[in-house]
């Protein structure tokens, strides 16, 4: 009995993270038996942030389907830069919508919004599309906390970031942004023409 309670309490501090490694959760707590990831918040003093960053982007780059992250700072950030990169999709998306209606209507209306959308999908582009930050959106009600295991985290309000295939979001964007950039550049040469 006391060597299985023994063998025991080596496989608990086997499995015990410390404070500073990225902790793989269970495959089986997520969709489609991918993997978890909790990333802990560091107190040894030693620069946490670039260590929490180093280890984020270790967990992007493996394509982690569930990334939870604890540290307050870094969760903070990378949401803000989630959030920067669907708003340069929705821009592109949405003026270049209004630029496609508004083409049949008024075309003098329609070149602003064809600029803003060519323009947003063109940043988009070179900033974000190519980043492995851009395949992941930010869990913001909680739906998918009942996958992580609670009894391994430290934080009381941690950042849940989820894993999205954004292929067909980014055809989309691409198409309408291209469309308006024809569009755009058939106005500018029938302005210049006449």
């Known amino acids: 009995m006391a060597s299985t309670n023994e063998g025991d309490v080596e496989r608990r501090k086997a499995a015990t993270p410390s404070d500073n490694e990225v902790v793989p959760v269970e495959s089986y707590l997520c969709e489609e038996d991918h993997d978890c990831v909790i990333i802990h918040e560091v ?3 030693q620069a946490p942030l670039e260590k929490g960053e180093r280890e984020l982007d270790k967990a992007m780059l493996a394509r982690h389907s569930t990334i939870v992250i ?3 700072q870094l969760g903070e950030e990378c949401m803000r830069y989630i959030r920067v990169g669907n708003a340069l999709h929705k821009s592109a998306v949405l003026s270049g919508v209004l630029a496609l ?3 049949g209507f008024r075309w003098s209306w329609s070149i602003p919004f064809s600029t803003v ?4 999908a063109a940043v988009y582009h070179f900033s974000w599309q190519h980043d492995p930050a851009c395949k992941y959106q930010v869990d913001t009600a909680g739906h998918y906390l009942h996958r992580i295991p609670l009894d391994q985290l430290t ?3 941690p950042i ?3 894993r999205r ?3 067909v979001r980014k055809k989309l964007h691409n198409t309408i942004a291209g469309a308006c950039g024809v569009l755009l550049v058939y106005q500018l040469f029938s302005y210049a023409t006449s």
Not at 117 to 120: D, K, M, N, Q, T
């Open 43 to 45: 107190f040894d003093g």
């Open 70 to 72: 604890e540290p307050h």
């Open 101 to 103: 209606g508004m083409s």
């Open 117 to 120: 959308s060519v323009g947003c």
């Open 155 to 157: 934080a009381t309000a």
């Open 160 to 162: 849940i970031l989820l």
């Open 165 to 167: 295939d954004d292929r």
